[in-house]
């Protein structure tokens, strides 16, 4: 009888106590960053670049159950006209929000082209033609060298800097990437939970049934491609200006995988679980550092196992930050 009585409490109280942890967690991780070497700021500031790339993906691959490997050409897309728009390639040396604009425009307008082709694609034929796609713009910034300097890139990207604020120094990156992190993982949560986030799940689930029942599954998996490829373009401009230098080198088909790992090992179609894994295959490679032989090793191994003992991810679709806001608040 006592234990009938008491588990409905326990379970709440369990609940408030994760979600309290997790939080005080995040926030003390949040405002230790600053106090840092420099070093360890821009890896920081690293991780918070894959946490963006991987909420952008995570539309296409958890939301929509579109398997995408061709992600980072959307990156490549907004470091490559902040490149060209800040620098002395062109000579234009355009304010740094207009060209976090002009990117979010080209990387919707990618992805669009990139989701017309693709839309009776499915599984493994889907992830061939995205592939390609990712390879073909690697491709061709590396040969436009009269455009994109080729292999040797852009160097010299001037200084962002946000109403007449200079963001130059690690710590000033990394206050931006978090409130950019912060407002995107808001902005994508809310529109998990919309009516077009509803469209994406039952895509997910049997994209025959949801064409029956009058979802347009042709303007939803392009509204998905679209916002996608925006995010990642975003965070494509933000990495240049970061590191005022882009070249093809820093978007080949291992960056895409590496996201695609993020989001299986972390947890498919979950923002927390974004966090998780690009925390593991981010910040544990530089934790190994001193084993530079047996790193590499090392985390494939872990991988294995992680993926082994849970399959559906580090941290389950269950566990998401609306399971988080009411474990905080007991709703």
């Known amino acids: 009888m006592s234990n009938t009585s008491t588990s409905p409490s326990v379970k709440p109280q369990a609940s408030r106590l994760v979600a309290v942890l997790v939080l005080a967690a995040i926030v003390a991780l949040a405002a230790a960053t600053p106090f840092l070497p420099n070093y360890h700021i821009r890896v920081v500031n690293s991780l918070l670049i894959y946490i963006l790339l991987g909420i952008g993906l995570n539309i296409v691959i958890g939301y929509t159950g579109l398997l995408d490997l061709g992600f980072v050409a959307f990156y490549a897309v907004g470091a490559y006209t902040y490149a060209l728009l800040a620098s002395p390639q062109l000579d234009l040396h355009l304010p740094f929000l207009l060209i976090v604009g002009i990117a979010a425009v080209l990387g919707m307008f990618t992805g669009i082209l990139l989701g017309i082709p693709v839309l009776k694609l499915r599984g493994d034929y889907l992830a061939i033609v995205t592939l390609g796609f990712g390879e073909i713009i690697r491709i061709v ?46 902005f994508v949560w809310r529109l998990e939970r919309s009516i077009l986030g509803k469209a994406w799940a039952a895509i997910r689930e049997d994209q025959d049934a949801a064409r029956g029942i009058g979802i347009n599954t042709t303007n939803a998996k392009l509204a998905a491609f679209a916002t996608s490829a925006t995010i990642g373009a975003i965070a494509g401009t933000i990495f240049a200006a970061s590191q005022r230098f882009v070249s093809p080198e820093s978007f080949t088909l291992q960056e895409s995988v590496l996201i695609v790992l993020m989001i299986v090992i972390g947890g498919i179609g979950n923002i927390l679980g974004i966090v998780a894994g690009a925390a593991i295959l981010i910040l544990l490679p530089e934790v190994l550092r001193e084993f530079a032989e047996w790193r590499i090793l090392f985390l494939g191994i872990l991988m294995v196992v992680l993926i082994i003992v849970r399959p559906a991810g580090i941290v389950p679709r269950t566990f998401g930050p609306e399971k988080l806001i009411r474990g905080l608040f007991g709703k």
């Open 141 to 186: 910034i590396n040969n436009v060298d009269w455009l994109t300097g080729g292999p040797k890139g852009i160097a010299r990207l001037d200084k962002a800097s946000i109403l007449g604020v200079e963001i130059a120094r690690p710590v000033e990156i990394y206050w931006l990437l978090l409130v950019t992190v912060f407002l995107v993982g808001l």
